[in-house]
T-cell receptor
Framework: RKEVEQDPGPFNVPEGATVAFNCTYSNSASQSFFWYRQDCRKEPKLLMSVYSSGNEDGRFTAQLNRASQYISLLIRDSKLSDSATYLCVSWGGGADGLTFGKGTHLIIQP | NAGVTQTPKFRVLKTGQSMTLLCAQDMNHEYMYWYRQDPGMGLRLIHYSVGEGTTAKGEVPDGYNVSRLKKQNFLLGLESAAPSQTSVYFC??????????????FGPGTRLLVL
């Protein structure tokens, strides 16, 4: 069974700090990876795709390590509005869509 | 564009009752999905469709049926609801399944309580 594993947290982080999450995936054939953000009682929304070379979007940086089969998300200068659950997601190449991790809960404290 | 919409937003059923959840998307996406999300379990795929008139089983299909008669709509049916089907149901759609096109857009969810 394909699996994506994440530390559920919660991560309690002061505003302005840098925080990093990792997740691991079991399907070595996974082709694409994503981070989704889910606010409380809301739907998941795409935060960013994860590329082999690493990619950055403002304060967010995503990295992929295929050899160790893990994905990371780094958030710099964290804001109160970053408080959410972050879902690590992989796509194995089939039509049956994405495999979601259970999420990491982040709480940014003032 | 409304994106992905779901009807209803919330429903309470008694055990044994039936209902249909409606998902609609206006993005001309080929692929549509139904997930359920339970505490501590993450999102699990129930059924999906790769185009009008097609459906396929996901990870947890038992107790559910689906239909995709029109490209923009994907219906999820519960023929005889059970308390184990109490959950939040999310519909999603995507343009395709290659590379970055696998980005899925989610509806706001339907909260279902089965008593």
């Amino acid at each position: 069974r394909k699996e994506v594993e994440q530390d559920p947290g919660p991560f309690n982080v002061p505003e302005g700090a840098t925080v990093a999450f990792n997740c691991t995936y079991s399907n070595s054939a996974s082709q694409s990876f994503f981070w989704y953000r889910q606010d409380c009682r809301k739907e998941p929304k795409l935060l960013m795709s994860v590329y082999s070379s690493g990619n950055e979007d403002g304060r967010f940086t995503a990295q992929l390590n295929r050899a160790s089969q893990y994905i990371s998300l780094l958030i710099r200068d964290s804001k109160l509005s970053d408080s959410a659950t972050y879902l690590c997601v992989s796509w194995g190449g089939g039509a049956d869509g994405l495999t979601f991790g259970k999420g990491t809960h982040l709480i940014i404290q003032p | 564009n409304a994106g992905v919409t779901q009807t209803p937003k919330f429903r309470v059923l008694k055990t044994g009752q039936s209902m249909t959840l409606l998902c609609a998307q206006d993005m001309n996406h080929e692929y549509m999905y139904w997930y359920r999300q339970d505490p501590g379990m993450g999102l699990r795929l129930i059924h999906y469709s790769v185009g009008e008139g097609t459906t396929a089983k996901g990870e947890v299909p038992d107790g559910y049926n689906v239909s995709r008669l029109k490209k923009q709509n994907f219906l999820l049916g519960l023929e005889s609801a059970a308390p184990s089907q109490t959950s939040v149901y999310f519909c999603a759609s995507s343009y395709g399944y290659t590379g970055v096109q696998e980005t899925q857009y989610f509806g706001p969810g339907t909260r279902l309580l089965v008593l």
